[in-house]
């Protein structure tokens, strides 16, 4: 998997890139393509506007043409521009032709002779312009009588084309962000997959782990129990015994710790709502947890300040979130543990609990993961820490049913403070 993760990462990007590419080279190509089919247009509509313009001479002149070389005899003796037509009649011979090719954007012309002298021009044709314009000689090759040069100025938009293919570039752009965006989601899928690949190996390396313990401790006393020098010994067969007794409790916790957690992932816990006193269950919880900080040579005051401090709540439930989060100050400390709970009452009716511990902290990654299911946070040199990764997703999800908030603030090396508010009586 470490193998192919990055590979297939790589195949992905190298595709969105190429498709990038070729939706690129393809609207430039098609822009290039319509702007050749512009230019086409303007000069197939000059050449049709040359021989309109000659048929319309031969039309005024009444002239009797059987034959192409008797047209053409005919236009090289006597074709001219001058004095033959209006500004308006030129005006309307190229717009006709411009738009039979397609061409509907704002025209300007003039006619020039021989000498360069303007004959007929439109209102807009500035003599400037006569040098970008596109040009074509009205007369036949080898004119007698005229050398007169039509001279044409399209106004042309340079959005034009892209409006004309505004809409292939929006469903370009469209189609190319939807790949986008599910690359983006691959990956975050790719991701996510590692992830609970590697939670799930931990989480089965952790259960593994909890639940060998007490059973090579149970099979140890059950050995000693069948040992000819133990068996008609009382006081040591209530040692076994009880040994075996607190170690079968010790797998039944773990084994109802995962049930919990799968119970909490389908939405099956129910919650048995009544008015509590939240600073007795806390005194309660923090009773039977004083040995265990005695024994880490810990302290653990509380200063329940509330004057209201009654809840509505799941007492099982409020107890084990209580003292999950004991519990984490105690095994995620590498000194002795100081612990502070305090209670007090906010404006809004909501009774606020904080609990504060001088352990390990966390940095700013494990604040925001600390409440998923199985996550456990890296304990540097603290290889004593054991569990699932499971007490604090129950916290989050057991707060939230009961419409609460909580939040967490730490500081690596400096401790956590997690502050849980709920609804008050």
């Known amino acids: ?74 236009l090289r003796n006597n074709f001219r521009v ?35 002298f303007v004959i007929l021009q439109s209102d807009g044709f500035q003599i400037p312009t006569q040098h970008t314009a596109k040009s074509i000689e009205l007369p036949p090759d080898n004119a007698l009588r005229s050398h007169e040069t039509l001279y044409l100025s399209i106004h042309e938009d340079k959005n034009a084309v892209i409006r004309q293919m505004l809409w ?13 965006l599910a690359f983006f989601v691959t990956l975050r899928t790719l991701f996510n997959q590692k992830k609970l690949s590697e939670i799930k190996s931990d989480f089965i390396n952790n259960m593994t782990h909890e639940l060998k313990t007490p059973l090579a401790t149970i099979s140890l006393a059950i050995d000693a129990l069948t040992n000819e020098k133990v068996i008609h010994d009382a006081d040591k067969i209530k040692i076994y ?18 049930l919990q957690a799968a119970r909490l992932e389908k939405e099956e816990i129910k919650l048995n709502l ?27 005051e509380l200063k329940l300040n509330a004057t209201n401090p009654f ?70 040199n603290l290889h004593n820490v054991k569990g699932f990764g499971l007490g604090l997703s129950y916290v989050k999800a057991i707060v939230d049913a009961h419409e609460g908030k909580i939040k967490v603030e730490s500081t690596p090396g400096k401790g956590s403070t997690f502050t849980i508010n709920l609804p008050g009586e």
């Not at 502070?340 to 909501?350: A, D, I, Y």
């Open 241 to 258: 015994s009880s040994m075996i007794k607190e170690e079968n409790k010790r797998m039944n916790k773990q084994v109802e710790k995962i």
């Open 274 to 300: 009544q008015k509590l006193d939240a600073h007795q269950v806390i005194n309660k919880v923090a009773d039977n947890l004083a040995l265990q900080i005695q024994e880490k040579h810990g302290t653990l």
């Open 168 to 180: 292939m570039i929006i469903a370009s752009i469209v189609f190319t962000t939807i790949i986008i």
């Open 311 to 380: 809840i509505q709540a799941d007492e099982v439930h409020f107890s084990n979130i209580i003292f999950n989060l004991l519990d984490n100050a105690m095994k995620y400390s590498d000194s002795p543990p100081k612990i502070l709970v305090e209670t007090f009452k906010h404006g809004n009716g909501m009774l606020s609990i904080k609990v504060k511990d001088n352990g390990i902290g966390m940095d700013k990654e494990t604040q925001s993961r600390i409440f998923e299911k199985f996550y456990r946070a890296h304990t540097g």
């Open 1 to 74: 998997m470490k193998r192919i993760f990055p590979l297939i990462v790589v195949l992905i990007t190298l595709s969105v890139v190429g498709i990038l590419f070729i939706q690129m080279s393809w609207i430039k190509n098609a822009i290039l393509l319509k702007n050749q089919e512009f230019e086409r247009g303007v000069d197939n509509a000059l050449t049709q506007t040359k021989k309109a313009i000659q048929d319309r001479f031969i039309y005024k002149s009444q002239a009797i043409i059987f034959t192409e070389e008797s047209r053409v005899y005919f």
């Open 82 to 116: 001058d004095g033959v037509f209006t500004q308006d009649e030129i005006q309307d011979i190229i717009e006709k032709q411009l738009r039979q090719n397609n061409v509907k954007e704002p025209f300007e012309f003039c006619i020039t002779n021989i000498y360069k």
